[in-house]
């Protein structure tokens, strides 16, 4: 397979039709369709959305295709959903921006959300691709991007002026887009990198720690010199193999 | 047609067959070969590799596919060569950081990478599919990666101690990996914030300017405050409209 080179066919953590220890409740169509998105948001965070077929979904899931149908009538219907999810949880992280005034709510901040990055990975492994074939994402993940943008600028400016100093708009500006930059590619950087092991789920610690600390490398030269040293401290605590 | 909204089929600014004024003399097949990779570059970077085929690519040429075949047996084929067209072009650049000493000689440096870029673009529009498919690709890329990083800390070293500080290794090889994925995703960046024409010819001078810009301003805070004014000039100065 291309992306992770191992099989979509091999089976996920989920087994497909899990045998039941007693006879099972009819299911309720919510929860159904609540399993559909795991099982696909998974799929999809592994083999890439191009590279998995409705066909593989229903598969997966031990359901017939005019089961998946009912519920998503389109391969989009469940990008489209899994997207909603994830803007859902990132738009009000992205609010928590307004309060950062020390490096370390800054660490925090950006940890949190490379998190909510890595559960939906598969938005970011084929950008271009996903918004070059939907309207839906097209539009959203614009919003999305100026959203970021702006918390970007909160953060640098409530660390310079924690820093005693004057946030100069000709200063931030460019780097506030940088972190954007960053922040949107960091796993796409990753994946270029070692396309082999780089999304596996035994990675995500390593990578969102690289990805948090890489952003920040541009708040960096912002920082006081203590707020530097300590955010060279968290970045060492993060970095250490758990005892 | 998914990436640039028109159709692959709509005449390109080469005509498929054009009529010739007197009799052609038997092509070389070396200039064959060039003709097919010069349209296959254009044909790439306007719908996406993934949206262009050999018969496509056969067609807009006005060859047979198997004269197509017999230059080149795989798409691959074309993919590679292009690529190691754009290598053989970057790497020379990507020397060249070593006597960057000013923030002049910094924006001509970014500015002159980032055309190279623009030209072999298709590569950095789907970069993670591209090198999923393609171990050729996945090898060289990591490769030229490393090289970008090189770069980017000889540039930010030269330009601290051109401002008289000693480079400090943990404040720039963070700074350094940053500038190389603003350097690699900025195109990408422009695609999402605006799909329908980020990548049409007639925004390559203002992407270009952008692109420049937004690495440099990662080097904004290491630099004198006249050099800093210096930059922000040749920004105004590039991207105002050419009179």
């Known amino acids: 397979m291309p992306r992770s080179r191992s099989s979509p066919h091999g089976k996920p953590d989920a087994p497909p039709a899990p045998a039941l220890p007693m006879p099972a409740p009819a299911k309720k169509p919510r929860r159904t369709a609540q399993r559909i998105l795991e099982v696909t948001l998974e799929l999809f965070n592994r083999f890439g959305e191009p590279n998995v077929s409705t066909t593989l979904i229903s598969a997966e899931l031990g359901i017939s ?25 990132a738009l009000p992280l992205l609010q928590a921006a307004d309060g950062v005034q020390h490096v370390e709510d800054a660490w925090f901040f950006f940890h949190t959300l490379f998190e909510r990055i890595w559960t939906h990975r598969f938005l970011y492994r084929d950008l271009n691709d996903l918004l070059s074939k939907n309207r839906h994402l097209e539009t959203r993940f614009q919003a999305l991007l100026q959203h970021k943008a702006r918390a970007m600028r909160e953060v640098l400016h409530g660390l310079t002026r924690a820093a005693g100093r004057a946030p100069d708009p000709r200063d931030t500006a460019g780097t506030a887009d940088a972190m954007v930059v ?9 994946y270029v990198r070692d396309p082999r092991r780089a999304l596996e789920p035994d990675h995500a610690g390593a990578a969102l720690v690289r990805g948090a600390f890489h952003v920040m490398s541009l708040l960096m030269p912002h920082l006081e010199p203590a707020h530097k040293q300590h955010l060279l401290g968290l970045v060492d605590a993060y970095a250490a193999p758990p005892t």
Chains 1, 2 share one sequence.
């Open 182 to 190: 960053v922040l949107t590619y960091w796993l796409s950087f990753e």
């Open 65 to 89: 295709p005019g089961n998946l149908y009912y519920h998503f009538p389109a391969k989009d219907e469940l990008v489209n959903r899994l997207y909603d999810q994830y803007e859902a949880e």
